[in-house]
């Protein structure tokens, strides 16, 4: 089904009905070129049936500069699981393949059609967006002082791009500085304090700190080889792994915990694998595959 066939649009709209099958597509990979508003909802909610509406209203208004796609959480569980959707209604914003902004509730007309005007902007900003693009390149690189100036004359244009604030704190977590990177993001302006990116770059900084107090690998190993019922030492040795670049095996370790005891510490084993999650791309295969596994143990 193309954007743009569900009966409750109008024709020649850009709305579609969504799956966990469908998903990857037509939100992640789709987002890459144009913003993707995904509406988390289900039949028998009563301010979905009105949120709904006026969610299509505005995105086929918008003349294709946003689409939109509606999950129905009944139907599709795994994938609310793996967005951590606890209510509904609840509304992303995904662009570049990254839940970029959202919100939780039925709200008034004004404030849906704010949001995706805000959204359909982020496909045109007079060229921002590829110079965001090109200082991740940089970043990427090791080119670290030239995407640092870059991110700070793109601040200078947009003061609010939440890219940029996470690119600067994450040159400052490349050269070891947590306390700097931490400085830039408290420094963001509070209404995109809560934007993913930004949110990732908390994460990297608490795995960072945590990291520093895990102790040697190859000890937490042998700890976890000696006991395997030992939950800290699980959790250690995956902040451990972290730390040294074995994000992917980090996962893993995480995933054998809470398949252990999901429920030891409260949750810690779940709640390490989310702030690691949240750390990377939401695209990345590592958090895909992740969630995938985690959900397929939570939801059996």
């Known amino acids: 089904m193309e954007f743009g066939q569900l009966n409750t649009a109008p024709a020649g709209g850009y709305v579609k009905d969504v799956t966990e099958a469908t998903f990857m597509a037509d939100v992640v990979d789709a987002s890459q070129e144009v913003p993707v ?11 979905c049936k009105t949120l709904g509406p006026a969610l299509e209203a505005a995105v086929n208004a918008a003349g294709g500069k946003v689409k939109m796609a509606k999950v129905n959480v009944d139907e599709n569980q795994a994938i609310a699981g793996q967005m951590r ?14 839940p970029v902004d959202g919100f939780q509730g039925a709200v008034p007309n004004s404030q849906v059609n704010e949001f995706v005007a805000k959204t359909a902007a982020l496909a045109g900003d007079g060229g921002l967006a590829e110079a965001i693009e090109a200082a991740d390149e940089m970043f990427e690189a090791g080119e670290i002082e030239d995407a640092e100036q870059t991110y700070a004359a793109i601040l200078s244009e947009d003061p609010n791009s939440a890219p940029c604030f996470a690119g600067l704190a994450k040159c400052h977590i ?12 408290n420094g963001a302006p509070a209404d995109i304090a809560s934007h993913a990116a930004i949110e990732g770059v908390f994460a990297q900084i608490a ?44 996962v893993e370790t995480l995933l054998a915990a ?4 999901r429920d030891w510490n409260d949750g810690a084993a779940k709640a ?9 791309k939401a695209n990345d295969p590592i958090v895909l595959n992740g969630r995938r596994k985690l959900s397929s143990m939570i939801f059996v």
């Not at 050269?175 to 830039?184: P, Y």
């Not at 809470?258 to 005891?261: E, G, H, I, N, P």
Request: glycine content about 8%.
């Open 272 to 280: 390490q694998l989310f702030k690691i999650f949240d750390s990377l």
């Open 258 to 261: 809470f398949k252990q005891d």
């Open 174 to 185: 490349a050269r070891g500085d947590l306390d700097g990177a931490e400085a830039v993001l």
């Open 207 to 250: 795995l960072a700190r945590e990291a520093e107090n895990a102790g040697p690998l190859g000890d937490l190993q042998a700890r976890v080889d000696a006991d395997p019922t030992d939950m800290q030492a699980r959790i250690d040795l995956a902040t451990a792994m972290h730390a040294n670049g074995q994000t992917e095996e980090a």
């Open 85 to 98: 959707v606890q209510s509904i209604p609840t509304v992303f914003a995904f662009y570049k393949g990254q």
């Open 37 to 47: 508003i995904v509406d988390f909802w289900a039949p028998w909610c009563g301010p």
